[in-house]
């Protein structure tokens, strides 16, 4: 089956920098992959997606990109805030009706004071 | 707010006693997924539905577990007899397609002592 390996288990980041978290999947079928934050104690909250179709998509400080080649997808908070502490999964699912998503481990982005 | 409703909570069980969450889905969602999270952080797919049929489960879920999405009522999930190794946030998750734009519910954190 699928499995989705997220490289990056903490990241700390300057307030303002950028931070870049990395995801890679296995199953060349996989066409959609969404990425979740996640506070601590709380559920899921969706950030962005990105389908197989298109390399980027951006929304406000969020960028994603997709790989296809190098199976591989990343996503890039610019102007890393206080707000965006939290932690962030990486899934990918399939085309199939019905298909599970199959998560990353999860990466903690710690915002630091520039 | 979440447009996935679960109830309750909280759950704290007893081991081998019975542990029942609920999940209403998005309004015209019809696949409902169930995923279990536990402390480390690792996510594991239970069971999904389309309206009331069951679509996949795993071993754990055949065994233990039983889950049904009945029409005009919340689905549930039910732990029939709760081991330690059960404690873990479950989430429950709705879609349109099916296979993308997922929403995800607040979710039920299981304590079993």
């Known amino acids: 089956g699928e499995k989705v390996e997220q490289h990056e288990s903490t990241l700390s980041v300057r307030e303002g920098d950028s931070a870049v978290i990395n995801c890679t999947y296995t199953d060349t079928a996989s066409s959609y992959f969404p990425w979740y934050k996640q506070e601590a104690g709380k559920s899921l909250h969706f950030v962005i997606d990105i389908r197989s179709n298109v390399d980027r998509k951006q929304s406000q400080r969020l960028i994603v990109l997709l790989d296809k080649k190098a199976k591989r997808f990343s996503l890039h908070i610019t102007a890393t805030q206080p707000e965006d502490s939290a932690i962030y999964f990486c899934a990918a699912s399939t085309a199939g009706f019905a298909s599970a998503l199959t998560f990353g481990s999860g990466t903690k982005v710690i915002p630091c004071l520039p | 707010n979440s447009k996935v409703i679960q109830t309750p909570r909280y759950l704290v069980k007893g081991q081998g006693q019975k542990a029942k969450m609920r999940c209403i889905p998005e309004k015209g969602h019809p696949v409902v997924f169930w995923y279990q999270q536990n402390k480390n952080n690792e996510f594991k797919f239970l069971i999904n539905?389309?309206?009331?049929?069951?679509?996949?489960q795993i071993d754990m879920t055949e065994k233990r577990f039983s889950a049904e999405c009945p029409s005009n009522s919340p689905c549930s999930l039910e732990i029939q007899s709760s081991e330690a190794g059960d404690s873990a946030l479950y989430l429950c998750a709705s879609s349109l397609a099916g296979n993308s734009d997922y929403t995800f519910g607040s979710g039920t954190r299981l304590l079993v002592i």
């Open positions: 539905f389309q309206n009331q049929e069951v679509l996949q």
